[in-house]
């Protein structure tokens, strides 16, 4: 567009002082280097830099080369942006090209729970209005999201080398029931002493995900917690991949897996890649609900629990995700397509794989759920949690020790058969616990 608007200068004069020959010989060799229609490239060469005089003050200067920006009626107006802004906030904030395909069933199920009531006018815009103008409307209210991540993970015993390999590249299972695992630390910051963990399950097919708080890492307790998570899916769980945390790597789970026919598989260590689908859900979920502080104690661990037990109805039900469906490489540059956003529930119901009485179980769980009331419960349980939040325990206080002082110096007996010069000695090693 720039160089175009520098071949309207140059062209400009010449076409408006020449003959008529000429100008259609300038107006001939401007088409052909701008690509504009003749008629169009003729009206800019004629009106470019003419003075028109409006009134008897006023002179207007025609200029080519500036740009106009046309301002266009607004479409949305505030009631429209005041809803998509508060279903937004309802489903925990997502892109808009999420919130777009999550619009249709939340005020579907909006309106039959009836929290929600819209004229027929709004309602037709709210269901019709593009990602692309959700994200601009909400532009505003995307400032606030920055958190920061942490790992935790210790290495696990010399088990895991009876325990295949699996990365990211392997999982091309199309079936539900093929998940990944992963604790996250609710410690403030600080690794010591015992705190409350979440244990995180997702499947890697549909996206579904389910939490559990456990007391601490102990091989019981998330042993424990993969037996309450294996209960509460909506299909059966087929295979288990896990991170080289000695919390999963150990006789117990490797021995339940194989007396259940599931496959068990880990990734390689210090690639979390190898687990993307639960580490992004680790941050999408748990941290953005719970955050980075600490919970020690069966209370904080009870009302996580209480937490998960909401949370999971309101992102498996009502909450869309979008997956990778193919990357391609241009050189450096890479080029990524994902599908359609669809709820875990959407997902599951979309398996050939899952038994049609585990549909219809899900399907009537469903009728019954209200997304304004989940959030309205997740909201009042998130403040409980907070008020559960626990110091950090005192760093191990180092005490102080005097300095003795240096022993007498003792004269060393001399007769005829002594040296002269004192008995050398090795000094005195002070052994000083700080423990």
Same mark, same amino acid.
């Not at 002082?17 to 107006?27: C, D, P």
């Not at 539900?176 to 609710?186: K, Q, R, S, T």
């Given at each position: ?34 690509? =504009? ?24 200067? #025609?200029?080519?080369?500036? /740009?106009?920006? %046309? ?5 949305? #107006? ?40 819209? $004229? ?20 505003? +209210? ?26 990211? !590249? ?11 695992? *992963? ?10 002493? +015992? ?59 490797? !021995? ?36 980075? *502080? ?13 937490? =998960? ?28 397509? =994902? ?49 559960? /939040? ?17 022993? $007498?110096?003792? %004269? ?12 050398? /000695? ?6 000083? *616990?700080?423990?």
């Amino acid at each position: 567009m720039s160089e175009r608007r520098v071949l309207v200068k140059a062209f400009a004069g010449q076409y408006q002082r020449g003959t008529k020959r000429e100008r259609s010989a300038v107006l001939g060799r401007f088409v052909a280097a701008s690509g =504009y229609c003749r008629a169009y490239a003729s009206w800019l060469l004629r009106w470019h830099g003419k003075r028109v005089r409006v009134g008897t003050r006023v002179v207007v200067v #025609g200029d080519a080369t500036t /740009r106009v920006r %046309r301002r266009r009626e607004r479409v949305y #107006g505030a009631e429209v942006v005041a809803v998509v802004t508060r279903l937004w906030k309802l489903v925990d904030c997502p892109s808009g090209k999420r919130l777009v395909a999550a619009l249709p069933a939340m005020v579907e199920a909006l309106e039959r729970h009836g929290e929600l009531t819209l $004229p027929p006018a709004v309602r037709r815009q709210v269901l019709t209005i593009s990602a692309a103008t959700i994200d601009r409307v909400l532009a505003p +209210e995307r400032k606030q999201l920055a958190l920061r991540s942490r790992s935790r993970t210790k290495p696990g015993t010399l088990l895991k080398h009876a325990i295949p390999v699996r990365t990211f !590249a392997d999982w091309d299972e199309q079936r539900p029931g093929f998940v990944e695992i *992963d604790l996250v630390a609710h410690d403030g910051g600080v690794a010591r002493g +015992e705190y409350v963990q979440t244990l995180d399950l997702t499947d890697v097919a549909t996206g579904w995900t389910e939490l559990a708080a456990v007391p601490t890492r102990a091989q019981v307790w998330v042993f424990e917690a993969v037996q309450r998570l294996r209960a509460r899916l909506p299909f059966p769980l087929l295979g288990i991949d896990s991170d080289n945390g000695g919390e999963f790597i150990n006789k117990h789970l490797m !021995a339940y897996c194989a007396n259940e026919m599931i496959t068990f598989t880990r990734g390689r260590p210090y690639r979390k890649n190898d687990s993307c689908f639960v580490e992004q859900k680790n941050w999408s979920v748990v941290r953005r609900f719970v955050g980075y *502080d600490r919970f020690q104690g069966e209370v904080a661990r009870r009302a996580l629990d209480q937490l =998960y037990g909401e949370l999971r109805l309101l992102i498996n039900f009502f909450l869309p995700s979008m997956k990778l469906v193919e990357k391609t490489r241009h050189g450096s540059r890479v080029t990524k397509r =994902y599908d359609r956003p669809q709820t875990p529930y959407a997902r599951v119901l979309a398996s050939p794989t899952v038994d049609d009485h585990l549909k219809d179980q899900l399907r009537t769980l469903y009728a019954t759920l209200n997304p304004a009331a989940l959030s309205r419960s997740i909201r009042r349980l998130q403040r409980r949690v907070a008020s559960l /939040r626990a110091a950090a325990p005192p760093s191990r206080a180092v005490e102080s020790v005097p300095i003795l002082p240096p022993p $007498p110096s003792r %004269r060393i007996p001399t007769d005829s058969t002594a040296p002269t010069t004192p008995t050398q /000695r090795s000094p005195r090693s002070l052994r000083v *616990d700080f423990s």
